[in-house]
């Protein structure tokens, strides 16, 4: 089994990959963060307003993939938030632009490296259940696969994690209710709901939304599913937030396109950095506890 040894190799080798990418990044600051956040499309003006921010395009990253998407900067700040140290991702890949699983989630290792045991990921998504408005920020509850990969497909490193991990609590449950309480605190119409990830890059078409509702997704997006199962493998807890940037296909009687889903990001990102500001110092407070 040639290819299987050679398959187990290049699994090895993201360990050290992951960790040099770490060892750059903790050469830069003397930050040491335990929270990471993912800004989505649209998402990215929380990175403007961090203190003490040292930032680090992803091409001068070690072993780092770029982004290519609009609305992606494409850079790593070590910053504070609320008082909070945090590593802020402007910018993430997906396998619509086609880079591998293994790349996708290269980020989330390197977190892991760096010692970071909890991830805010957020995403652009659309709203699937009717009772949503665009504009409105959605804790998730739970996610449905259906991107046809896992990241975690091929040999096992168990320095990252168990072959087998489990995923009945993807979203931690006390990260949902301290994210509730504080939007709701905030006076921000809070929703939870169950996030389908689904390839793109093309949207979806009427049916295939009905299909989505009927099989229990409130929302949907491209993202965040690879990132959550390298993350739970790892054993990270996670928060994941979607902004209902537009109406899934077919809700209502119009096309779907992507500057409104930067359009919207940009309009609630007030709200949307509020919310971060209030859960943050709780979620360190939480991995304390
Ligand atoms: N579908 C898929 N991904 C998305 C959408 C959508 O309607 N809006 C933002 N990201």
């Given at each position: 089994m040639k290819s299987g040894n050679n398959s187990r190799r290049a699994a090895g080798r993201e360990f050290a990959r992951a960790e040099a990418a770490a060892k750059f990044i903790r050469a830069k600051t003397k930050l040491r963060p335990r929270i990471a956040i993912v800004l989505g499309s649209g998402l990215g003006?929380?990175?403007?307003?961090?203190?003490?921010a040292t930032r680090l395009p992803?091409?001068?990253?070690?072993?780092f993939p770029r982004s290519t998407a609009i609305g992606h900067a494409g850079q790593l700040l070590i910053g504070k938030s609320a008082g909070i140290a945090v590593a802020v991702m402007q910018g993430r890949v997906h396998l619509?632009?086609?880079?591998?699983p293994a790349e996708v989630i290269f980020p989330m290792r390197v977190f892991a490296r760096l010692g970071i045991s909890a991830v805010v990921i957020t995403n652009a998504a659309g709203g699937i259940n009717m009772s949503l408005k665009p504009g409105n920020l959605v804790i998730l509850r739970d996610h449905i696969n259906l991107l046809g990969r896992n990241p975690l497909t091929g040999p096992n490193d168990d320095r990252f994690g168990p072959r087998f991990p489990d995923?009945?609590?993807?979203?931690s449950k006390s990260f949902r209710a301290i994210a509730l309480e504080e939007g709701r605190r905030l006076g921000i119409d809070m929703h939870e709901g169950v996030y389908a990830a689904v390839p793109g890059p093309s949207y979806e078409t009427p049916a295939e939304i009905r299909y989505l509702r009927t099989i229990g997704a409130d929302v949907v997006g491209m993202s965040t599913v690879p990132g959550v199962i390298a993350a739970r493998h790892m054993g990270i807890r996670v928060l994941g937030i979607s902004c209902v940037t537009n109406m899934a296909a077919g809700v209502l009687d119009k096309p779907l396109d992507h500057d409104e889903v930067l359009q919207t990001g940009n309009r609630v990102s007030g709200q949307f950095i509020a919310l971060l500001h209030a859960v943050l110092p709780r979620l360190e407070a939480d991995l304390k506890a």
């Open positions: 003006a929380f990175a403007e307003g961090l203190d003490l992803y091409a001068r990253i070690p072993n619509y632009e086609g880079y591998s995923m009945s609590e993807a979203y």
